[in-house]
């Protein structure tokens, strides 16, 4: 080691400590007490048993506490006077030690640029960060690169202070609603944790991601380095991400209020106090914080295919630093430490899109690593259709979980002190109100996300009764909004009341036709409605009902300023197009849209979307409608679940009807109605011997099984019933089956006692085939669980299968083919199953072959379309051809299944009268 201390270079075993003191006592105290943490690591390596192992040669301790310089008697010389007759007393043989304290270091950062910019987030405050971290270069590019920072982040403190639902309907009469009075960190689950900090609170968690040195010349641990927020609808996703980044935010501008215009400055003080109440930690590394929507990226993308991640910020940092460069933003992500949110990935659906888009990021992320950037992302997504586009190498996935009750009125009381601050009355009657349906089993349901409590607040300022399931909620939402709108005074609100059937009919038109294009919008369209186009349909529609050409223009234009400038569900997010800025208020109003017309039109319409993932939310809105305003239907839409499991050979492997019937259990629905819950939990039972739903894991399909249980004792015993009978016999079902009843041992509810009687029932009758495949299981997915006969295992050998195309069927199923193209279909099937993704270890004698972590084929289908069939039926045969030590090939042929099935994008459904 180049270093050099008491007349000698070291050479030698040495140690390396750092002592870090939380509040400096003045210089005299300070050598105190290093003298005393000195002492107990001394006494440590000599204490009789110690674990520490060999003596060191040579000692270094780092310390942030100050020491005096005075010859003779100052700190400096009395540490090191200390040190070296404190380790001889102790029989330690020192032939060096050093003592680096706070002067020193600083000295050290000076003369080493490069320390000092791997770790700037933790040296510097404020907006002088850039100066401080750049001053090897030129003046000009120094204040170049601070004003840029100064003025974005004060221009996002003062953009982002609003909730979002604020904008979409909370009520110029009350103004908008303050991120901070109303912010909550939520909890989640981190996924692939099973005990301990498994749940954490999100924001705290990300900030604390953050506070360590995230560049690859500096970091040291093998974990992910980025953060995925995984969350349903409106359960706080983008609030989260807005939090946080707010809370970056007030970190850089620490001490600089006196630079900040006076809204910035309030909002700044504001936010302080708000980030204290929930005890969100201000982050210790100064990130710069910035944020991507993933929908304007994607509407970005359509129009310019080439555009890079970083070329679309510089035009979004462009409206408040017009003079910025992508070389300025290069010379910032080597210099500065960046938190980059990249919001709503589950808002590009269209699937070439959606791939372009992470290619984009890809790129990006590249390129941050060369430049040894010292960068945190945060990325956001709902769980449906996600199909781990976020490497998990790269990221940590966070499952945002439900509020509980006392959350749910938590955050409801924060909402009604902002909005009634100066009305007690009223904040009482809400607080009230809120906490009454926070007792009834029927409406604490819909108080499970913040913007379903956000909505039951503002709902329970007007309405004694309270909607029943998710349909009635946002209809209420609705219905409320324009109610308070059409009773003003002035010509708007004579406009609205008489005019009402126009208006709702515009909303299910807009709901229906981006709902619609979000599934098969292509490269050149837009993602929004062009106010142009909206305005030629509702002429139309207009003018079928006035037969009034010159009426039919004006009135058009005056209900869409209408419904865009007061009732605000509707937004204009730049000049000239039209959409929702809240996605669930836009799902809503596509279900209302899917409800409409003849009876005989509704189930078969909601049949042929029902398999297609990009409406699966608004298909289950309108279930919840249909189940409230077309109860006469419920029976055929039951029924209709059943005929989609029973279509081919495809539907029947992964049961897209059980599990549609599974998440109709979850909304509640039929809690009112037995008959139609239990024939939902019928179906939905036989999820229990599958690999997992229809693009959902098995932990959740087993959570929600469980939520079922525990909500209706006739299905608990249906569940029950179905998993004593899946574990019985042979097949690879028992596997599957087994790890679902696993892990309702591991859960809280009804199904935990008698969860453990079957898995050890199900032990003792076990084949050896069977014993092999379930000890794998355990070992690799459920390592809690501690049952006699399932104890830990060594392979002792493997076979040379190492991929999945070993395990296909000898030719495509599909006897209309010719020879010619049937090998090229088989040669094309194999290649692209062809990557060594397996490994084969022997238990007990059985070849069990586990698919490996990193396994992924990627979302590309880059076959022919024509061939999508033969995809299907191979992937059928094989699975169908395993036994139960293929348990984990099986899995993942029913995942490329899944991912096949994925390509069918149902017809945009025609409604007559709206489409």
């Not at 059409?486 to 807009?510: F, I």
Request: glycine residues 8%.
């Amino acid at each position: 080691m180049a270093y050099t201390s008491h007349g000698g270079a070291w050479d030698g075993y040495g140690v390396v400590q750092a002592k870090y003191r939380g509040r400096s006592g003045g210089r005299s105290s300070d050598a105190a007490w290093l003298e005393g943490e000195i002492r107990k690591e001394l006494r440590d390596w000599t204490a009789p048993g110690s674990a520490r192992g060999a003596l060191p040669e040579y000692l270094l301790f780092a310390t942030n506490v100050l020491l005096s310089g005075v010859p003779g008697s100052g700190g400096i010389d009395r540490i090191d006077r200390f040190v070296g007759t404190e380790a001889a007393r102790r029989g330690i043989r020192l032939t060096g030690w050093a003592v680096w304290h706070h002067d020193e270091i600083c000295r050290f950062l000076d003369m080493y640029p490069g320390i000092r910019q791997s770790l700037g987030g933790f040296v510097v405050p404020g907006d002088v960060l850039a100066h401080h971290l750049m001053n090897r270069q030129k003046v000009d590019r120094e204040s170049e690169l601070t004003e840029l920072m100064r003025t974005q982040v004060a221009a996002g403190l003062v953009a982002d202070r609003w909730v979002q639902l604020g904008q979409a309907g909370a009520g110029p009469d009350r103004g908008k609603i303050g991120l901070g009075p109303v912010a909550v960190d939520l909890r989640a689950d981190r996924v692939g944790i099973v005990d301990g900090d498994r749940t954490v609170l999100a924001a705290g968690h990300v900030i604390g991601r953050g506070d360590a040195p995230l560049r690859p010349s500096v970091r040291t641990t093998g974990e992910a380095r980025h953060v995925l927020l995984v969350g349903g609808p409106g359960q706080g996703k983008s609030t989260l991400g807005q939090l946080i980044c707010q809370a970056y935010r007030v970190a850089l501008l620490d001490g600089d209020d006196d630079l900040l215009p006076a809204p910035a400055c309030e909002v700044l003080q504001s936010l302080r106090q708000d980030l204290a109440r929930i005890g969100l930690p201000v982050p210790r590394t100064r990130r710069w914080p910035l944020r991507i929507a993933l929908r304007d990226y994607a509407e970005a993308l359509l129009r310019d295919a080439r555009l890079g991640l970083l070329e679309f910020l510089v035009r979004q940092l462009k409206q408040h630093s017009p003079d910025v460069t992508e070389a300025v933003l290069v010379r910032s992500l080597r210099a500065v430490p960046w938190i980059l949110v990249l919001d709503g990935l589950d808002e590009v659906a269209p699937r070439r899109t959606r791939e372009t888009v992470m290619d984009r990021v890809l790129e990006f992320l590249v390129m941050a690593c060369s430049l040894d950037a010292d960068l945190l992302v945060v990325g956001t997504t709902r769980p449906q259709g996600y199909n781990g586009e976020f490497h998990q190498g790269d990221f940590e996935t966070l499952e945002l979980r439900e509020l509980t009750r006392e959350e749910s009125l938590h955050y409801a009381g924060g909402l009604a002190r902002v909005r009634h601050h100066d009305d007690p009355d009223m904040y009482d009657t809400v607080v009230k109100r809120i906490e009454s349906a926070a007792s009834d089993q029927d409406t604490v349901r819909l108080m499970r996300s913040p913007l379903q409590v956000t909505i039951m607040s503002l709902l329970v300022e007007k309405r004694a009764r309270m909607p029943q399931n998710r349909y009635e909620l946002f209809d209420a939402y609705y219905q409320t909004i324009y109610d308070r709108e059409a009773g003003k005074p002035g010509p708007t609100g004579r406009l609205l009341a008489e005019n009402r059937l126009h208006v709702d009919w515009l909303h299910q038109h807009v709901g229906l036709v981006l709902r619609s294009r979000v599934a098969v919008t292509e490269p050149g369209e837009s993602l929004t409605l062009p106010e142009a186009e909206l305005q030629v349909r509702v002429r139309q529609r207009l003018l079928e009902e006035t037969c009034d050409p010159d009426r039919s223009r004006s009135l058009a234009t005056e209900l869409i300023e209408a419904a865009t400038d007061r009732l605000v569900l509707l937004v204009a997010p730049q000049p000239g197009v039209v959409g929702f800025e809240v996605t669930s208020l836009q799902e809503y109003c596509a279900a209302r849209a899917l409800l409409f017309g003849p009876d005989a039109e509704i189930v078969p319409r909601l049949g042929d979307l029902a398999t297609d993932q990009t409406w699966r939310d608004a298909w289950l809105l309108a279930v919840a409608g249909l189940f409230t305003h077309r109860q006469h239907l419920r029976a055929d839409l039951i029924t209709a679940l059943r005929e989609l499991d029973a279509r081919d050979q495809v539907t029947m492997a992964l049961r897209p009807g059980a599990c549609l019937a599974l998440d109709l259990l979850d909304e509640d629905l039929a809690r009112q109605h037995p008959r139609h819950q239990n024939l939902l939990a019928q179906h939905a039972a036989e999820l229990i011997g599958g690999p997992a739903g229809f693009t959902s894991s098995f932990r959740n399909v087993s959570r929600s099984l469980a939520k079922a249980a525990a909500r209706s004792e006739q299905a608990r015993l249906y569940l029950e019933n179905a998993a004593r009978i899946a574990l019985v016999g042979r097949g690879v079902h028992t596997i599957f089956a087994f790890r679902t009843v696993a892990l309702w041992a591991h859960l809280t509810g009804p199904l935990r006692p008698v969860a453990r009687s079957l898995l050890s029932e199900a032990v003792l009758r076990m084949a050896p085939e069977q014993l092999a495949a379930a000890r794998t299981l355990v070992a690799r997915e459920l390592p809690w669980l501690s049952l006699p006969g399932l104890s830990g295992y060594t392979p002792s050998g493997a076979d040379g299968r190492t991929s999945l195309a070993a395990f296909l069927v000898d030719a495509p199923s599909s006897a209309a083919r010719g020879d010619a193209e049937a090998g090229k279909i088989r040669e094309w099937i194999t290649n692209w199953l062809a990557g060594e993704w397996l490994s084969v270890e022997v238990v007990d004698g059985v070849p069990v072959p586990l698919v490996c972590d990193e396994y992924g084929l990627g979302l590309e289908y880059y076959g022919d379309r024509r061939w999508l069939p033969d995809v299907q039926q191979a992937c059928v045969d094989a699975a169908a051809a395993l036994s139960e030590a293929g348990w984990s090939v099986v899995a993942a042929f029913h995942e490329v299944l899944e991912m096949t099935f994925s390509f069918e994008v149902a017809l945009e459904p025609v409604v007559d009268g709206i489409s």
